[in-house]
């Protein structure tokens, strides 16, 4: 497993589709200064609500604007059930460098369980041993430190989207779920059709990659609508959605330095894709199985800009 960095004093951040409602307030960063005592409590609550260890907690890897890697988990729950984590992605940021990479985990990857000693698919790990379980499982795959974590209901995802009045997407072929009709080109969705178009995969000729492709889409007009159309109603909105729904171990200071020190990393952050092949195996269970070739140069890419 990837060796931590050395814990000290401190953490924070907020959540998209698992991460989504940090990066919207990230770029909101001056505006977000005027309301900072409304900002802080929200995060201190946001801070409290994350059930990981101390030394989880206790990190100051934004604080020395080092390269940093945040786990996001968007987490399908039903009532008072632990969940599982319905979407995973990684973000890395190397501020010296001025590059970063979002990478999106599928869900049913098999792998090692750290904590669990078992091998199965890799969202079980939050639903075995929570976000620290998570963040252990992920660092363990891909073989580099994870630092901070947001977690998030994905059922927040839509309440983001309502806060922000709605968003625009340009989408690339024609589906209907059970609700929806997304017709190609310029799509507008509220929150309820936002989670419905991030969430169907069976009808994608991608599969689960074009999934995570839709999913990064969303992020990414969520975060060009929280920079270009932003107002003291909508901040307040989020900070109602964020302090409810969502947990991370990232602070206010650090979320400051979020806003200036690494938003050209973010900026310039390329997508990875992981390769691989689904089935059946032998207890009738799907996985699926990245290919060694392609988790090796994700690994390394990751790697690099976490140097």
Do not use: C
Not at 289 to 307: A, I, Y
């Amino acid at each position: 497993m990837a060796k931590h960095r050395k814990p000290s004093k401190w953490k924070i951040v907020l959540g998209v589709v698992a991460g989504v409602m940090a990066l919207v307030l990230i770029t909101g960063g001056a505006f977000v200064w005027s309301m900072v005592k409304e900002v802080d409590d929200t995060v201190a609550q946001v801070n409290d609500n994350l059930n990981i260890s101390k030394e989880r907690k206790q990190v100051e890897t934004i604080e020395r604007k080092e390269s940093v890697s945040i786990l996001l988990l968007g987490i399908d729950r039903r009532g008072t059930e632990q969940g599982r984590s319905d979407s995973i992605i990684v973000l890395t940021l190397n501020p010296e460098l001025d590059e970063g990479a979002m990478l999106s985990i599928p869900r049913d990857t098999l792998t090692e369980i750290v904590g669990k000693g078992t091998r199965d698919k890799i969202n079980h790990a939050y639903a075995f041993g929570g976000a620290e379980m998570a963040m252990n499982t992920v660092e363990n795959f891909l073989e580099i430190p994870i630092d901070y974590v947001i977690e998030t209901d994905m059922e927040a995802f839509s309440d983001v989207v309502d806060a922000l009045g709605g968003i625009t997407v340009m989408n690339k072929f024609a589906f209907s779920t059970e609700d929806y009709t997304f017709p190609v080109g310029e799509v507008t969705l509220d929150g309820e059709a936002a989670l419905d178009y991030t969430r169907m995969r069976y009808n994608d000729p991608n599969g689960d990659f074009g999934r995570q492709e839709r999913q990064r889409d969303v992020v990414a007009a969520i975060i060009e609508k929280g920079r270009t159309d932003f107002s003291l109603d909508k901040v307040t909105a989020l900070l109602e959605v964020v302090g409810d729904q969502a947990k991370t171990n990232i602070e206010l200071n650090e979320f400051v330095s979020l806003s200036t020190d690494y938003m050209n990393a973010f900026r310039n952050a390329s997508v990875l894709r992981l390769e691989g092949a689904g089935g059946l195996a032998g207890d009738g269970i799907y996985y699926w199985n990245p290919d060694s070739t392609s988790l090796n140069g994700v690994r390394e890419e990751l790697q690099r800009l976490m140097e």
